[in-house]
C-alpha cells in the first residue's frame, strides 16, 4: 500500500482571485510583506496496490481526470510506500 499526497496548484499563466483577495486580508492586517499568494490544495490519499509503478499510474489518472483541471492546473505528488492498515 502507498500513501500519496497530491499538491493542485494553478498555473503561473492562470489569475488567482483567490490568492489576491487573500494577500489584500494580509495587507488590512499589516502585513505588508507578502506577496505573489497563489492558493492551491492539498490531497493525502491511500492507493491500495502491490507495486510503486501501479501507484503511479493510479495517481496520474486520479489527479488528471478527478483532482485538477489540466486547463488550469498542475499537479504534483509523492508516494510513499506504508503498511497496510
Known amino acids: 500500500m ?5 499538491i ?9 482571485p483567490q490568492g489576491t483577495a487573500v494577500e ?11 506577496k505573489h ?3 492551491g490544495k492539498f490531497i493525502e490519499f491511500s492507493v491500495d496496490v502491490n ?8 495517481v496520474e489518472k ?3 481526470k478527478l483532482l485538477a ?4 492546473e ?3 505528488y509523492t508516494l510513499e510506500e506504508v503498511d497496510a492498515d
Do not use: H, Q, W
Not at 8 to 16: C, E
Open 69 to 72: 483541471n489540466l486547463i488550469m
Open 74 to 76: 498542475d499537479f504534483e
Open 51 to 58: 507495486s510503486k509503478e501501479e501507484a503511479k499510474n493510479e
Open 24 to 34: 489584500k486580508g494580509a495587507e488590512n492586517l499589516g502585513l505588508k510583506n507578502i
Open 8 to 16: 493542485v496548484k494553478r498555473r503561473p499563466s492562470i489569475l488567482d
Open 62 to 64: 486520479y489527479c488528471s
Open 37 to 39: 499568494t497563489r492558493i
Open 2 to 6: 502507498f500513501k500519496a499526497k497530491v
